[in-house]
């Protein structure tokens, strides 16, 4: 039974055992050669496990939220939500038919960088949910009946984040961080100016030039892949007179307050800039959740957090030219600001001067996660489409070049002015600039 999922953000697998097919995943997609089709299309593959009968394949496009403009906004997101839909040559009924006749699944995602299609299924349909995939980036119809079913999806998506303090935290922490560019919203808000099929395909035929497209597998040979690429729809792809274009990653610095008298419980992010290669790693100091079950740990965020009763949850994003690193603070109204303030000082006191041992828990927790992430088939998905689209790819190789600095690393970026957004009573959250960085 075909499960049709469309989610926005990459959702995590976790892989427990991960030791000998990490080994293999991690090794084979580190070094895994991008091949280009004669138009400019970048293919790239692993073919895994020769005993298991299972493959996935992923249309990319560099075509994320950042690349939007004032006359655009909200584009990519629906652009995302019409994939597998009425195409010149198929409709969507026979997509999905096909496709469960398959066992296959389908889904669709955007980061602010990429959109992608991703079918997973049994290798002998690989063949034809490429030609699926072609069609999705130079068939879609783009019709307007559609377009009503797709805003509705776009708008329940957009809710649905919205109401989420977590979602709505990050996405304000990009905005205060990048402005524009980075820090556009991943979600089409109710005053996006895009409000036709039309609309939606002026967009994609910016972004569907050969040069910002990928073709990613695993469970595939990489060469039969491009062999089919060559002779799918894909091929017939050309650079469009009017390219999309993003300006280069500039962090800013800022402060949001987003004011919630509904809730009892208050959140703060607070981010800082770094190195891409290095935030994952940098995410791993902080270390604001313990590994152990039942335990705090000795790692003095998760200990502090423990100790005082709050929440806090690392995250770190890695783009093409910027990194973000940093923890979400969640605890009462009437404890928040002290919260905020006891993690501000743990970092500058002890975070950004850490040394030894602190440095070896972190590189080796982000060797597990990388390690994990890759043992996956998702993870190998991600990490192929920012190796053949020139991006920061998450491998042990990056993360053990990262750990080897980190050192420096945390001094430099935790003893820098970061950027915050608070969620809840903002007169009971702190403003960033008495935090002491």
């Known amino acids: 039974m075909l499960s049709y999922r469309i989610t926005m953000f990459q959702s995590k697998v976790a892989a427990k055992i991960v030791a000998p097919i990490a080994s293999r995943a991690y090794a084979s997609v580190a070094s895994a050669p991008v091949v280009s089709t004669a138009n400019g299309i970048k293919v790239a593959a692993v073919a895994g496990n020769s005993d298991s009968p299972l493959a996935s394949v992923s249309l990319v496009i560099n075509a994320g939220s950042r690349f939007e403009t004032s006359e655009s906004a909200g584009a990519a997101h629906y652009l995302k939500a019409f994939g597998f839909r009425n195409t010149q040559t198929r409709t969507s009924f026979r997509t999905v038919r096909e496709?469960?006749?398959?066992?296959?699944?389908?889904?669709?995602?955007?980061?602010?960088?990429?959109?992608?299609?991703?079918?997973?299924?049994?290798?002998?349909?690989?063949?034809?949910?490429?030609?699926?995939?072609?069609?999705?980036?130079?068939?879609?119809?783009?019709?307007?009946?559609?377009?009503?079913?797709?805003?509705?999806?776009?708008?329940f998506e957009s809710l649905s984040a919205r109401s989420d303090p977590m979602s709505r935290a990050l996405d304000g922490i990009h905005q205060a961080a990048f402005r524009s560019g980075l820090g556009n919203s991943l979600y089409a808000l109710e005053s996006s100016p895009v409000s036709s099929g039309d609309a939606v395909r002026q967009y994609a035929q910016s972004a569907l030039a050969p040069g910002r497209i990928a073709i990613v597998a695993t469970g595939v040979d990489a060469q039969e892949l491009a062999n089919l690429v060559s002779s799918s729809r894909l091929s017939s792809l050309v650079t469009p007179a009017s390219a999309l274009s993003s300006p280069a990653a500039s962090f800013t610095g800022g402060v949001q307050q987003i004011y919630d008298?509904?809730?009892?419980?208050?959140?703060?992010?607070?981010?800082?800039?770094?190195?891409?290669?290095?935030?994952?790693?940098?995410?791993?100091?902080?270390?604001?959740?313990?590994?152990?079950?039942?335990?705090?740990?000795?790692?003095?965020?998760?200990?502090?957090?423990?100790t005082d009763g709050f929440g806090i949850a690392p995250f770190s994003f890695a783009y093409s030219d910027a990194g973000l690193v940093g923890v979400i603070v969640s605890a009462p109204n009437t404890r928040i600001k002290a919260a905020v303030e006891k993690v501000a000082a743990t970092i500058q006191r002890e975070i950004a001067s850490a040394s030894g041992e602190a440095i070896q828990r972190a590189a080796a927790a982000a060797r597990v996660d990388v390690a994990e992430s890759l043992a996956t088939q998702q993870g190998q998905i991600h990490a192929l489409s920012n190796i053949a689209l020139g991006q920061t790819a998450a491998t042990l190789e990056s993360v053990d070049d990262a750990a080897a600095k980190l050192s420096s690393a945390a001094a430099r970026v935790f003893k820098s002015k970061p950027v915050a957004v608070?969620?809840?009573?903002?007169?009971n959250t702190p403003y960033v600039d008495t935090l002491g960085f």
Do not use: M
């Open 99 to 155: 496709a469960e006749l398959n066992g296959a699944t389908l889904t669709a995602e955007t980061t602010r960088e990429n959109i992608t299609y991703t079918v997973q299924c049994f290798k002998e349909a690989v063949p034809y949910f490429v030609e699926v995939l072609g069609d999705i980036a130079a068939a879609t119809k783009f019709a307007e009946h559609e377009f009503k079913d797709v805003a509705q999806l776009v708008g």
């Open 261 to 306: 008298s509904a809730s009892p419980v208050s959140h703060y992010a607070l981010a800082f800039a770094s190195e891409p290669a290095s935030a994952q790693s940098l995410a791993a100091l902080l270390g604001a959740q313990s590994r152990i079950k039942w335990s705090s740990g000795v790692l003095p965020l998760a200990k502090l957090a423990a």
């Open 422 to 427: 608070s969620i809840g009573l903002s007169q």
